[in-house]
């Protein structure tokens, strides 16, 4: 067994999402490979990922801007930014939450994303939280 497919078999046994707390920010992720929207014969695969924003913390919280860091297994790396996700700046009083889906493509059969969004509280002090590094795995590795 190589070290690549050893790395990938431990990723596949393991959950490959993410769960991660900053600054009273929850973040929870979870990836799905979509063979329908991938080709592996012409090096196309592709994921979606759910992600939801819960404001565990005690002070209303508007996520501003976002950065995504995208490494495929073969350390190809990728940054993307941008304001807010899919469109919105979701405004966060505390305990409420923020659902959205997104995709991602890669030319590799397996790769990583990880990142951190920009959130402002009500006196307009920023602020980053994390989201945890998740797993691309396809199974066609």
Same mark, same amino acid.
């Given at each position: 067994?190589?070290?690549?497919?050893?790395?990938?078999?431990?990723?596949?046994?393991?959950?490959?999402?993410?769960?991660?707390?900053?600054?009273?920010?929850?973040?929870?992720?979870?990836?799905?490979?979509?063979?329908?929207?991938?080709? %592996?014969?012409?090096?196309?695969?592709?994921?979606?990922?759910?992600?939801?924003?819960?404001?565990?913390?005690?002070?209303?919280?508007?996520?501003?801007?976002?950065?995504?860091?995208?490494?495929?297994?073969?350390?190809?790396?990728?940054?993307?930014?941008?304001?807010?996700?899919?469109?919105?700046?979701?405004?966060?009083?505390?305990?409420?939450?923020?659902?959205?889906?997104?995709?991602?493509?890669?030319?590799?059969?397996?790769?990583?994303? $990880?990142?951190?969004?920009?959130? $402002?509280?009500?006196?307009?002090?920023?602020?980053?939280?994390?989201?945890?590094?998740?797993?691309?795995?396809? %199974?066609?590795?």
């Amino acid at each position: 067994m190589s070290a690549e497919t050893s790395t990938v078999a431990t990723l596949l046994a393991r959950d490959p999402g993410s769960d991660c707390t900053t600054c009273g920010i929850r973040v929870e992720v979870r990836p799905a490979f979509l063979p329908d929207r991938s080709d %592996p014969a012409l090096g196309r695969f592709t994921w979606s990922y759910r992600i939801t924003i819960t404001n565990r913390g005690d002070r209303r919280a508007r996520l501003l801007r976002r950065h995504w860091i995208i490494v495929d297994g073969d350390g190809n790396r990728h940054d993307v930014e941008g304001e807010g996700v899919v469109g919105h700046q979701p405004d966060l009083a505390p305990d409420q939450r923020f659902e959205y889906s997104s995709f991602c493509p890669l030319e590799y059969p397996w790769g990583t994303m $990880e990142g951190e969004y920009t959130f $402002e509280d009500e006196q307009g002090d920023e602020f980053r939280v994390q989201v945890g590094r998740f797993f691309l795995v396809s %199974p066609h590795v």
